[in-house]
């Protein structure tokens, strides 16, 4: 086989004495999408045709199958790696995509995260303890309203203050005022405490219109934002990364919900393609992840991987002040602990409720 | 009420005496995203807080709740409206979203398809006969290969011939060239045929590097693009769509799958995006869509909507020339049928059997 190979593992629901055969109905499926003893050209089955390396029966009656794609067919593309990884299975309930890696030379093309942990470090000044984040709610909130929160985060010390992720271009908070008022206040505040938090902006739309965005952004001063790269399209995500190598992108889960595992999507693509730091729905809130596979995505966002900078994981979903302590020993220091709503609840006391989550975060870990 | 809403069914995978709560619970998760008695605003809890209007327990034990999500939480932008639709909720796997109507105004914003089923009969000349479409494969073959097929296809008089979804920029067929050597075919197939088979190239990456695919397109006269809203973003798609109401798109289901049903997602959101036809795995073939699901796909796609105009079915998905007759009379005149990999199989018949599967869509029913 003369060029790299992606590896991917595909989970399979069919009997076992199907997989095999299913496992090379997929390899077919992800590659020359037409019956192999079709294609004259022995090149095409060696070396494009996606082969099946191994097929391994589960305890629980699944198969994985590993199979290996060609580069060739991905030609260094976000969007064409997803569609050659799962573009029709997306389309068969009997297949999950468990996990993939990439060959150096993909890797080094996609770039991963520009900033990373340290970077992320670096911009707000924290070291060795998790950052703080929050989100700015509700939608339908104006523009000052949402300023007004920027402040009373800013003062209690919160390290990245993001919009919702539902933010856009809402006609009671348009996004050049939103983004405007929201970046004063912390500015003002920032300059007063000496401390260095950001604020978040939420990029919406196409990329024309997201450049547009963050060129309204870095006017501003402002060097994070918020993107959910299944909304806007990987492509689009990766483009903008790479443009944009001294902005942290914080890379928001939406849409990504399917048959990709969330270690493959929010621990390896997403942090492939260039996110600093994934919001992830944590065990224990809202979402049903079970607490291993939030393990398996943060593994996969900070292991050693082709070199890349790891991506800081960000525990989310319906967090609060008193699982900080759990949220620590769980994620460690290399995390950033974003809790929304159950600060927004403390009402006139939200200042108050700000600050015990930024001081919960930084009491050392023998206090916790 | 004072703004116009959109509705939105979802099917609750949970215990009939949990769904009423588990309903609020998503109408909550798809707006305002913090507990409802922490907004002070009434506004908020009147207008934007999404609405739960029915909540209908099912035979099967599922639920079907009907929301009403606010449009000023939308904003006219595609992508947002995906993320307001099943951002979040995509992460919860007992929620699917079901069924959606938009209001007139939203209608009319995104503007549907600009060339519909009447704009693709005008563009290939073809009247009150299914149309023909097939697509160029495998991936690894060079330019003068799939060229080689273009002719073999517009001489068979195949109406539409498609790149296969897979192609983007491959180093063995680049776009630029690939589209120069399959259109230049096509169109000298065209002036001695009389007739107006089209070549519809893959559309790759962001939305600048589209603009520049299509702009390289128009220069030769292409009128037709495979796009894939799914990988590249609705956002990318619908505006793509909007620059260049004289071409038609073609919407390739890749990365569809998930917790969105088939016709919503197939039907409804890709026809409201702009697709003037889509793709579906059609039963029977490759893929295990139902009959009924194929069917509720193909009415969305065709029934009167807010006054857009409807977009064509294309049942595609492991098609053969058998199963013409069947297909034509399932889905009528106003569809496409595509057949890809089954023509490829017959070698050096494939000018043969691509001239069966146009003699056998040709054939007036009685005979078929």
């Given at each position: 086989m003369s060029s790299p190979r992606i590896d991917v593992t595909y989970r399979l629901h069919v009997a076992a004495g199907q997989a095999a055969h299913r496992a090379r109905l997929l390899a077919v499926e992800q590659s020359i999408e037409m019956p192999p003893e079709a294609v004259g050209e022995a090149r095409l089955l060696d070396e494009v045709l996606a082969r099946v390396e191994r097929v391994e029966p589960q305890a629980d009656g699944t198969t994985l199958a590993r199979l290996q794609l060609a580069c060739e067919t991905v030609c260094e593309d976000a969007g064409q790696l997803m569609n050659m990884l799962f573009g029709n299975c997306s389309l068969q309930p009997d297949v999950e995509l468990v996990d993939i890696d990439v060959p150096d030379s993909l890797a080094s093309a996609f770039g991963g995260p520009a900033l990373g942990i340290d970077g992320l470090r670096r911009l707000t000044g924290v070291t060795a303890r998790p950052l703080t984040c929050t989100a700015l709610k509700?939608?339908?909130?104006t523009a000052q309203q949402l300023a007004g929160l920027c402040r009373t985060f800013a003062e209690a010390g919160i390290d990245i203050i993001k919009d919702d992720h539902g933010w856009a271009n809402q006609s009671g908070s348009p996004f050049t005022e939103r983004i405007a008022a929201c970046q004063g206040q912390v500015q003002q505040v920032n300059e007063k405490s000496g401390r260095r938090s950001l604020y978040a902006p939420s990029l919406y739309g196409t990329q024309l219109q997201m450049q547009r965005q963050i060129g309204e952004a870095r006017s501003l001063g402002i060097q994070a934002l918020l993107i959910a790269p299944m909304v806007c399209g990987v492509a689009t995500f990766n483009a903008l990364r790479r443009e944009h190598p001294d902005l942290a992108f914080i890379a928001h889960p939406?849409?990504?919900?399917?048959?990709?595992a969330p270690p493959a999507l929010l621990g390896r693509l997403f942090r492939l393609f260039g996110a600093d730091a994934v919001i992830f729905p944590n065990h224990g809130g809202r979402f049903t992840y079970s607490t291993a596979t939030c393990h398996d995505i943060v593994r996969c966002q900070r292991a050693t991987w082709h070199g890349l900078r790891p991506t800081m994981p960000v525990p989310a979903g319906g967090m609060s002040v008193e699982r900080v302590p759990e949220l620590k020993r769980e994620y460690g220091a290399d995390s950033m602990l974003l809790i929304g709503g159950s600060l927004l609840v403390a009402g006139e006391r939200l200042g108050e409720r700000s600050r015990a989550f930024v001081e919960a975060v930084a009491a050392d870990e023998e206090a916790a």
């Amino acid at each position: 086989m003369s060029s790299p190979r992606i590896d991917v593992t595909y989970r399979l629901h069919v009997a076992a004495g199907q997989a095999a055969h299913r496992a090379r109905l997929l390899a077919v499926e992800q590659s020359i999408e037409m019956p192999p003893e079709a294609v004259g050209e022995a090149r095409l089955l060696d070396e494009v045709l996606a082969r099946v390396e191994r097929v391994e029966p589960q305890a629980d009656g699944t198969t994985l199958a590993r199979l290996q794609l060609a580069c060739e067919t991905v030609c260094e593309d976000a969007g064409q790696l997803m569609n050659m990884l799962f573009g029709n299975c997306s389309l068969q309930p009997d297949v999950e995509l468990v996990d993939i890696d990439v060959p150096d030379s993909l890797a080094s093309a996609f770039g991963g995260p520009a900033l990373g942990i340290d970077g992320l470090r670096r911009l707000t000044g924290v070291t060795a303890r998790p950052l703080t984040c929050t989100a700015l709610k509700p939608l339908g909130s104006t523009a000052q309203q949402l300023a007004g929160l920027c402040r009373t985060f800013a003062e209690a010390g919160i390290d990245i203050i993001k919009d919702d992720h539902g933010w856009a271009n809402q006609s009671g908070s348009p996004f050049t005022e939103r983004i405007a008022a929201c970046q004063g206040q912390v500015q003002q505040v920032n300059e007063k405490s000496g401390r260095r938090s950001l604020y978040a902006p939420s990029l919406y739309g196409t990329q024309l219109q997201m450049q547009r965005q963050i060129g309204e952004a870095r006017s501003l001063g402002i060097q994070a934002l918020l993107i959910a790269p299944m909304v806007c399209g990987v492509a689009t995500f990766n483009a903008l990364r790479r443009e944009h190598p001294d902005l942290a992108f914080i890379a928001h889960p939406a849409l990504g919900g399917g048959r990709i595992a969330p270690p493959a999507l929010l621990g390896r693509l997403f942090r492939l393609f260039g996110a600093d730091a994934v919001i992830f729905p944590n065990h224990g809130g809202r979402f049903t992840y079970s607490t291993a596979t939030c393990h398996d995505i943060v593994r996969c966002q900070r292991a050693t991987w082709h070199g890349l900078r790891p991506t800081m994981p960000v525990p989310a979903g319906g967090m609060s002040v008193e699982r900080v302590p759990e949220l620590k020993r769980e994620y460690g220091a290399d995390s950033m602990l974003l809790i929304g709503g159950s600060l927004l609840v403390a009402g006139e006391r939200l200042g108050e409720r700000s600050r015990a989550f930024v001081e919960a975060v930084a009491a050392d870990e023998e206090a916790a």
